[in-house]
C-alpha cells in the first residue's frame, strides 16, 4: 500500500505563499488522478485541487487563480503552490487519489496551513 507523507505547511499572513509538498512511497500512476484535500476544524473534507496522469489540473472555485497544483510522476511527488492566502484557507491539507472510483490510498497526518488576518 502507498503510503503518502505530507509536508511544507506552516503559519502565513494573509497575501503570503505557501508551497505544499506530498512524497508517495510507491507509484501514484495507477490511479487516475491525484488531489490536494483540507479539512478545517469543523468542516468536511473537501477536494481543492486535482491532476491526472496527463497532467491536465482541476481547480475548487475557492482557490482557482491562486493555487497550481503540479505533478512529478518519475519522483511519485505532487505539489501545491498557494498564493494570495486568505485566512479562509486555514485547515489542514492532506493528498491523496482523486477521480478514481472512490478509491483512496491510507490517509496521511496531513499538514497544518495557518493564515492569520
Known amino acids: 500500500q502507498v503510503q503518502l507523507v505530507e509536508s511544507g505547511g506552516g503559519l502565513v499572513q494573509a497575501g503570503g505563499s505557501l508551497r505544499l509538498s506530498c512524497a508517495a512511497s510507491?507509484?501514484?500512476?495507477?490511479?487516475?488522478?491525484m488531489g490536494w484535500y483540507r479539512q478545517a476544524p469543523g468542516k468536511q473534507r473537501e477536494l481543492v485541487a486535482s491532476?491526472?496522469?496527463?497532467?491536465?489540473?482541476k481547480y475548487a472555485d475557492s482557490v482557482k487563480g491562486r493555487f497550481t497544483i503540479s505533478r512529478d510522476n518519475a519522483k511519485n511527488t505532487v505539489s501545491l503552490q498557494m498564493n494570495n492566502l486568505k485566512p479562509e484557507d486555514t485547515a489542514v491539507y492532506y493528498c491523496?487519489?482523486?477521480?478514481?472510483?472512490?478509491?483512496?490510498?491510507?490517509w496521511g497526518q496531513g499538514t497544518q496551513v495557518t493564515v492569520s488576518s
Open positions: 491532476i491526472t496522469r496527463g497532467g491536465r489540473t
Open positions: 510507491g507509484s501514484i500512476f495507477s490511479v487516475n488522478a
Open positions: 491523496n487519489a482523486a477521480y478514481s472510483d472512490n478509491y483512496y490510498y491510507d
